[in-house]
């Protein structure tokens, strides 16, 4: 009689079968597991893709020129995200979403120096 086996099972039995003859290489989720990967995370994208929609084209350009200063190149957008999606550590991820969403003010704006309504009439 046959014992239906889970997949999970099936898998680790498949992968100690593969490892006692020397063979196979480990599969994307075995290497995603052991942290052992660049690039970006499937969050990761996501966030740069919001991020990247809201922005400006000024804003853009400037995280641009921010992938192309840490050295990852692309004539056009495509490539160099493609780039950057390769082989991006953790502290650029998060300065280029930063750069993404932050907003700049105005030249010379101090929000701690704006007068309230009231005291302007």
């Given at each position: 009689?046959?014992?239906?086996?889970?997949?999970?099972?099936?898998?680790?039995?498949?992968?100690?079968?593969?490892?006692?003859?020397?063979?196979?290489?480990?599969?994307?989720?075995?290497?995603?597991?052991?942290?052992?990967?660049?690039?970006?995370?499937?969050?990761?994208?996501?966030?740069?893709?919001?991020?990247?929609?809201?922005?400006?084209?000024?804003?853009?350009?400037?995280?641009?020129?921010?992938?192309?200063?840490?050295?990852?190149?692309?004539?056009?957008?495509?490539?160099?995200f493609t780039?950057?999606?390769?082989?991006?550590?953790?502290?650029?991820?998060?300065?280029?979403i930063g750069?993404?969403?932050?907003?700049?003010?105005?030249?010379?704006?101090?929000?701690?120096?704006?007068?309230?309504?009231?005291?302007?009439?």
């Amino acid at each position: 009689m046959a014992v239906a086996l889970p997949w999970t099972t099936r898998r680790t039995i498949s992968a100690v079968n593969v490892d006692m003859i020397g063979g196979g290489a480990n599969s994307a989720e075995e290497v995603r597991g052991t942290a052992e990967v660049a690039g970006l995370s499937l969050e990761d994208r996501a966030a740069i893709k919001v991020a990247w929609t809201a922005a400006t084209q000024e804003t853009r350009a400037r995280a641009a020129a921010a992938m192309h200063e840490w050295g990852y190149g692309g004539d056009d957008t495509a490539t160099l995200f493609t780039a950057f999606a390769a082989k991006a550590i953790e502290d650029e991820v998060n300065a280029l979403i930063g750069i993404l969403i932050s907003t700049v003010a105005p030249d010379g704006f101090d929000p701690d120096a704006a007068e309230p309504a009231a005291q302007r009439e």
